[in-house]
Nanobody, 121 residues
């Protein structure tokens, strides 16, 4: 059983910053793709950022240059630093592990419960 618990969500004004955190078991963090997804009301879930076991990162076009994904292997924690937040970033953000292409869609095997991020204009 892989437990993922996100923290760090909240409400900020446009242009503000938030950092999301997610403790991940070391063996998962080191050997798998881990990442962040989000889902806004009425929209499909989308991948935001991912970091692979070799440290390579990928981002959705909509967040490139504003969000940074990182992991601290000593603390077994995954982070998402979000800067220059926009109202369209408002969504439930999910920490995920064992991410990859499943049935043609970018998804993951393990999910957290989510943390809400709300950006007001």
């Amino acid at each position: 059983q892989v437990q993922l618990v996100e923290s760090g969500g909240g409400s900020v004004q446009s242009g503000g910053s938030l950092t999301l955190s997610c403790p991940v078991a070391g063996i998962i963090l080191n050997m798998n793709c881990v990442g962040w997804f989000r889902q806004a009301p009425g929209k499909e879930r989308e991948g935001v950022a991912a970091i692979d076991s070799d440290g390579s990162t990928s981002y959705a076009d909509s967040v490139k240059g504003r969000f940074t994904i990182s992991k601290d292997n000593a603390k077994n924690t995954l982070y998402l630093q979000m800067n220059s937040l926009k109202p369209e970033d408002t969504a439930m953000y999910y920490c995920a592990a064992a991410c990859g292409w499943y049935g043609g869609s970018w998804s993951a095997n393990y999910w957290g419960q989510g943390t809400q991020v709300t950006v007001s204009s």
